[in-house]
Every structure is written in C-alpha cells, then in structure tokens.
C-alpha cells in the first residue's frame, strides 16, 4: 500500500517537481486562502485571473511570446485593478466584489482589445499558464520566491491583517497603518495567483488557495488552527489528485481540484462547524432531552 | 479636553448644530442625550474628526490611539474565528504592536475586564456563539483593557438588561473617578442623573450643557440651572 | 507635343486596366496559413486571397473579429481543410450570410481513423482515445484560460478523424485538385490559367516526394521514433513509417494525466527514443521536462498547425514539409 504511494514519486523526476510546487502552493494558498475566506473575497481569484490580461497583452505587444515580459505584465496589471478595486470599495463605501467585478471586467476587454490590435490568434494566457506536470527549474524558483516573499509578507503584518479583518473600524481608531495591511494582502494574492497561473495554470491556482480555506471553516473556529487545516487538506489533495492522475489517467490539475471537493463536500455534511448532519445530530438529541 | 469653536455641522443636507462653542473638560462624565436622529452619533464622529464640518473647527486634546470609540453599529465580524479572551486582547494593540509578545501582566489586564463586565466564564467561548448582550459586554471590555483616557460610547446599553447596564455603568463610574473623560449617549433621565456629572443636550440645533443633577430631557434647555448653551 | 500624350493615354490605359483587373480579381479567403499558401500557388495574381488564421498562429483557439466577418461576407470562394480542424468556420459563414462557393479541401483525401487500433503512425492506444474524449468533457468545464467566452470550448471537439491531413504530400494532391477545381468554377473565364498553375504545382509536389522519400530512407524504419508536443503528425507518420509519441492528443488544448506522461516516459526509456522536438504553436515546457527525464535531445522545432513567418524556415507548405522532413531525419541520423 504504501509502495502504492511511493512508487511513482520515486520513479519519475516530473512526480516529484509536481508534488514540490504542489507543497509550495499550499503554504501560499492556505495563508492567502483563508484570509480572502474571511475578507469574503473569495472569488476574487478567478477574477483577477482575466483581470491580469491586459497586462499580458501589453507585454505581448511589446516583446512578443516573452513569457517574463508577459508575467511582468500580467503582473502589474492585476496589481492595478486590485488596489483600484479595494481603494474604490474603501473610500466610497461599497462593497468590494463590486467594484473587483467592474474593474476586472473592463480590464479584460481592453486586454483582448490589445490582443486585437496586434492581431492574430496566439492562445496568450496558454502560452502564460503553466501545467502541474511540467515544472523546469525557473517554474520551480519562481514557486520558491513566491513562496518565501508570502511568508516574509504574513510574517510581518499576520496581526494587521487579523485586526483588519476582524474589526476594521476599531482598528483604525488604534493605528494609522491600518489600511496598508489590506493593500500588502492584494498585492500577496496578485503575485500569488500571477506566479500560480504560470507554474501550474488556473485552477489549480485559485482551487489550491481557495477551496482548503473553506474546507478549513468547517473543522475550526480559530483563525490559527484554520491555517494548519487548510495547509494539511490542501497538501493531501495534491497527493491524491496526482496518484489519481497516475493510476486512472485522469488530467492531473482537475483530479486535485476534484479531490479538495470531495473533502468539501464531506466537511459540508460532517463538519463540527457548521455541518448539516451534526447539526441534524444536535437538534435530535434536543428533542430527545426536551421529550 | 475638547473644544468646539463655530462648529456648524451637517448631516443628508440636515443641519444639526448651528455655530456651536462649546468646552468638554477633562475628567467629566457627560451624558449625552437629545431626540432621535438630533445628531448624537454624528457629534460623536466629529469629535473623533471621521465627520466634516461645515464650519469652525474642534481643537483636541487628546491625542490618536489615546481614546476609545464604541460605535452604535458595532463593526466586529462576529463569524470571524476568535475567542472572546482573543477578541478583547485586540484592545490592547497598542501594548504589543505587530511583532512583541503578550506577558502575564496583559493577561491579567484581560482577566481583569473579563471578570468585570461579567463574562469571564466566556473566555475560551467563540464570539459567533454569544448573544446580543454578550457581545456588547466583550465589546466593553475591550474597551476598558485599552486604558484610554476618553472613553466615547454611542447608545452601548441597547442591548443589554438591567441588570448588566447597572455593572457596566459602575465601571464607568470607577473609571471616572480615576480621572477618565467619558462621553456617553443615553436616553435614560434617570441614568443620567444617577451616573454622569454633565449633560450636553442636543435640540434645535444646539447643544445645552447642564448640570446633570438637574436633567431633565428637553426641559433641561429652559431650566435657569442650565451652565451654557452654544 | 505628341509624346506626352502617348505617355498620358498609356498610362490611364494602363491605369483602367489594372484597375478593371483588380475588380475582376476572384475574392477568396483560406481558414488557415497552409492553405492560404496552397491556394495562392495556384490562384496566382488572379485572386485577392485573405486568410484567416496567419503564419505561427493557432488555429484551435481561433476567434473571428468582426473584420473577418465581413471579409468572408464579400469573399467568392472559401477554403477550408475541414475534418473538423475548424470548429469556428460555421458560426463564422453563417453569420457573415456567406453565399460563395465553399471548397472543403481535404474531401476525398486519405484520412486516418482515431478508432482504428493498430496504426504505425501514431502512438495511442484506445484508452487514451476514450481519456481524450473525456478531458474534452471536463475541460468543457476546466479552466477558463482566456475570455469569458464558453463557447470556444465547445468548438474544439474533433471528431473521429486526424484533421491535419495536409501533412501527407498525397493528400495534398487531393487537396490541390479541391482547391483548383473549386477556383475553375468560381472563376471559369480563368480556367487554362488554373490549370496551368495546378500542372506546375503538382509538379513541384512531385519533385520534392522523390527528394523527401530519398532523405528519409536514409534512416532505417526501427530507428524512426521521435517524441513531439502533440499529436499532429500521424500522416507523416504514415507516409514516412515515423513513430511520433506525445503526451498530448490532437488538440493543443488538452491536458495530460500523469500517467500519460508516465507512460511516455517508460516508453522513451524503454526504446532509447533520443529526439524530441517542439513546436511553433505549443508551450513546450512539458515536452522539455520529458526530454529532461529521459535524456532525449532537443532536435529542433517543428511546424505542424501553421506555417512560419517569411524569415523563418517553413514560410510555404513545400518549404514547411522540407524543413520538417530534414530536421526529423537530421537529428535521427545523429542517433545512428
């Protein structure tokens, strides 16, 4: 059995690299997962993943197939609508998937404008994104970097973030800082999903950051234990999904995503927080005391 | 402490004072009071400088980080994954900043404002499960760990039983006596006359300021009693 | 006095006719790069010819802009390869209320079957089909990798047949005598001009048959195994007795498993398969990764959905076919 699950790793160099950027997205996505959780931003993932086109597009324009130019593009571009979004939300006073909405939205138009402008039907975001099963060494450093710059970002403002997100007006009243924390997170999530989409290409991205977050919510109701979950649960999806790309050929980015869904699902129905059938449990052992 | 010079405010094209002068001196306990929608949150928030002013100008005396605020509509995520005991240690941010670590002596500032407003058998409880009261009770101890020297409250006890509202205005009290400034909406004459020294009494556009051995709601403007009007 | 004259009614003379020729040029519109190029050969100066999906570009994710549309609205003649390369050519004539003439290119070419199960061409085996066939299901669902328009995906599906039948020189005489005839009947007042052109062409075909059988003999047929980004050389595979291996089917669209992968690895190993080769319309990393793991070589870059740019290798069909021919055999006589 255990054999089972070793053997692939060890006979194929392509299994390693997919399991190792697979833990290194995990420490990324469980951090940023579980705070765009809690900041109800969850789908801002997708969003910004055609939020980043423009800037692609852009770098195409001027460089051609380049995929740094691009990357850097992409980069920028998403940046820029999340920091419009979020300063749009703050000063304004609305919600912030709104505006998110509308800024990536005319920002995904401009970049297929772009695209159109130079003309011709290069797939851009396909050359952009990546595979699971194909990490070279530079893929393998920019997970790295991606990586240590996330830890580095959380390390230094976890607590603001926590302030922010828990009671944002009383923290304003306690530091000047407040909003930055906020702006530090969009920029983390941007060169996250950015560096997510080039190594392993979309959903794997958004999936890995968001799915073990909300898996997460339903085992815990400590922000500190959230984290550990979502990183564990985020991890075990990666190794099953890839031994159940290996054994049942299935493609190896949706397998891992379909795993984390059945953990989702099960947490839906098991969950001590919150899940149905234990809130069914309670609810028959009530009456049972009050009959 | 906080003074008010040719203030005019104004709120949804509403005027609620007009040309105001007013001086709130350190160390006083002041009721705020005055009808529905007469401008008392919206004092409150020009006060903290988060509300323009269409005129004049409100020196302060106190500085930011050196007051606390406890809004009508409180903005705490009660789904977010905290504890009560963690909840109110966020009061004391300014102790331990981004990076140091919490000592006994904080924990004890903790226990102590837990013990205090009554929820110290809460400590380890999460904050989605509290009640209404509950909740406005933690939020007052968070209050208190952070040791401000003016306390601003806007309508706290809505929530809360007689009982409670009793045990959070005798730590008001306490805290009064050791040289606090609190600002405090109530609608209650009898509370105002029990608990503040003062009473700053918004109607017609102004603020009445008495005596609040005196109070009486709206009378208190017509009463030769009154200390100013603005 | 009077030579200017001459000069002056010269050229309006020259001026009506070359415009009256030009409103006489046949409007014609190829789908994609190769047969722009084809049709070009033999439609000659008497054609305006506009294709669709240019040099280097990728046909399976085409999107038409409102500019097309319009072109194809006033085009005479269309030609398209068909076997369902291009999934966006009817919403694309129906909207535009094409009325021309349409030349499938590839009708009556020898087409490979995906369901047949022994073929020396290709290197699939039938679970691989009925995966494909799948991820093409999932995928309807998978990842939304450029706009928000689903229907793209829809239109990837290819059916049972291999539609990149151009890469076999006899086909393309089937293609040539599609293209042609479609031109003659579009065009009759030209025919001896088409005929002429088709006669040349064809005889160019035939003289770089003999030069590419020649070539490729030189490398005996066991040794004839290369490992590619996706799957679209099976007719040259064919033709040539080459055995093409490649993690990913027909479509540049879909996504291996790992076992697919795995699988590919084992066999490169297994018959010491040293070449690989990349291509001008795939992202390459995984086939890189592969070559990596097992020590294969890259050989060269290979043209497979589009031609080159002019500055490049493989600007026209018979040029694309050399130039993949020779860096096939090349790198194999390396091995040797």
């Not at chain 1, 994104?129 to 970097?145: H, K, P, Q, R, V």
């Not at chain 2, 730590?171 to 004459?189: E, N, P, Y």
Request: net charge negative; aromatic share 8%.
């Amino acid at each position: 059995m255990i054999d089972l699950i070793i053997s692939p790793f060890v006979e194929f160099e392509f299994m390693q690299r997919a399991l190792f950027g697979c833990l290194l997205l995990s420490i990324n996505g469980s951090l940023i997962g579980v705070f765009l959780l809690l900041k109800r931003m969850s789908l801002s993932g997708d969003a910004i993943a055609h939020a980043i086109l423009p800037g692609a597009a852009t770098g195409y324009f001027f460089a051609g197939l380049n995929v740094l130019a691009m990357t850097v593009g992409g980069l920028i571009a998403g940046v820029l609508v999340a920091f419009l979004s979020g300063i749009t939300a703050r000063k304004t006073n609305t919600n912030e998937d709104s505006t998110l909405a509308s800024y990536y939205l005319c920002s995904l138009a401009l970049g297929v404008l772009i695209i159109s402008m130079k003309g011709g039907s290069v797939d851009l975001l396909h050359v952009l994104f990546g595979s699971i099963l194909a990490l070279d060494n530079d893929t393998l450093y920019l997970l790295y970097f991606n990586s240590a710059l996330c830890l580095l970002g959380f390390c230094c403002c976890y607590r603001f973030l926590v302030m922010d997100c828990s009671d944002s007006v009383f923290f304003k009243g306690l530091s000047r800082y407040s909003g930055y924390s906020h702006y530090l997170f969009l920029f983390l999530l941007v060169f996250n999903l950015v560096a997510g989409f080039h190594a392993l290409g979309t959903l794997m991205a958004v999936g890995v950051t968001v799915l073990p977050a909300a898996i997460a919510k339903y085992w815990s109701n400590r922000i500190e234990s959230m984290l550990l979950i979502a990183f564990v649960v985020a991890v075990m999806g990666a190794l099953l999904g890839l031994l159940s790309s290996y054994y049942y050929r299935l493609p190896s980015s949706s397998a891992i995503v379909l795993w984390l869904g059945v953990f989702f699902l099960l947490s839906v129905l098991l969950g001590s927080q919150g899940g149905v059938l234990r809130s069914l449990k309670s609810k028959a052992e009530l009456n049972e005391v009050l009959s | 402490m906080i003074k008010f010079e040719n203030v005019s405010l104004h709120r949804s094209q509403r005027c609620l004072l007009k040309h105001c002068d007013l001086t709130i001196e350190q160390g006083g306990f002041y009721a705020l009071t005055g009808d529905n929608g007469s401008g008392k949150s919206s004092v409150l928030k020009a006060v903290l400088g988060e509300l323009g002013l269409s005129s004049g100008s409100i020196v302060r005396g106190f500085s930011h980080g050196d007051y606390s605020y406890l809004p009508q509509k409180n903005q705490l995520d009660t789904q977010f994954p905290m504890s009560v005991e963690q909840a109110v240690m966020t009061g004391l941010w300014s102790q331990y900043g981004a990076v140091s670590a919490l000592d006994s002596k904080h924990f004890e500032r903790i226990n102590q404002a837990l013990h205090g407003v009554g929820i110290a058998h809460l400590k380890r409880v999460s904050i989605n499960q509290l009640s209404g009261g509950q909740l406005q009770r933690l939020l007052f101890a968070r209050m208190l760990v952070q040791d401000a020297s003016l306390l601003l409250l806007d309508e706290p006890l809505a929530a809360i039983d007689q009982k409670a509202q009793t045990i959070l205005l005798d730590i008001l009290k306490a805290k009064h006596q050791q040289g606090v400034t609190i600002i405090i909406t109530l609608h209650d004459v009898g509370l105002v006359k029990r608990y503040a020294s003062q009473q700053l009494h918004i109607s017609d556009q102004k603020i009445h300021l008495c005596n609040a051995d005196f109070a009486h709601s709206d009378d208190c403007c017509r009463l030769p009693m009154r200390l100013k009007t603005c | 006095m009077k030579f200017p004259c001459k000069i002056v009614g010269l050229s309006l003379a020259f001026l009506c006719s070359s415009v009256a020729v030009a409103a006489d040029k046949l409007s014609v519109v190829a789908s994609f790069s190769v047969l722009g190029d084809i049709t070009q050969e033999l439609g000659g100066d008497k054609i305006a010819l506009t294709t669709l999906v240019g040099a280097n570009q990728d046909s399976h994710v085409y999107k038409p802009t409102p500019f097309d549309v319009q072109t194809l609205a006033k085009a005479d003649l269309i030609v398209i390869n068909g076997l369902s390369f291009e999934g966006w050519i009817t919403r694309l004539e129906e909207s535009s209320g094409f009325k021309g003439l349409r030349v499938v290119a590839s009708k009556g070419a020898n087409v490979i079957e995906l369901h047949e199960e022994e073929h020396p061409g290709e290197e699939h085996d039938d679970k691989n089909e009925h995966a494909k066939h799948e991820e093409h299901e999932e995928h309807k669902e998978g990842d939304h990798q450029e706009s928000a328009d689903h229907q793209e995906h829809d239109e990837h599906h290819h059916g049972d047949q291999d539609p990149h039948a151009w890469h076999s020189l006899a086909n393309i005489r089937v293609y040539i005598n599609n293209i042609s005839s479609g031109l003659i009947e579009a065009d009759s007042a030209n025919k001896a001009y088409y005929q002429a052109n088709k006669v040349a062409y064809l005889a160019k075909v035939d003289a770089l048959e003999n030069k590419l059988a020649a070539k490729v003999a030189t490398v005996p047929v066991a040794k004839r195994q290369v490992i590619i980004s996706h799957d679209a050389f099976g007719y040259l595979g064919r033709d040539y007795s080459f055995r093409f291996l490649a993690p990913v089917g027909l479509n540049t669209q879909m996504k291996p498993s790992a076992a697919d992968v795995a699988q590919l690895i084992r066999q490169v190993k297994a018959q010491n398969i040293k070449a690989l080769f990349v291509e001008n319309v795939s992202d390459d990393r995984l086939i890189k990764q592969i070559g990596r793991e097992t020590g294969a070589k890259l050989g060269g870059h290979l043209y497979s959905d589009a031609l080159s740019a002019e500055s490049e290798p493989a600007p026209s069909y018979l040029k694309m076919m050399e130039h993949n021919i020779d860096t096939l055999i090349d790198e194999l006589q390396k091995t040797l």
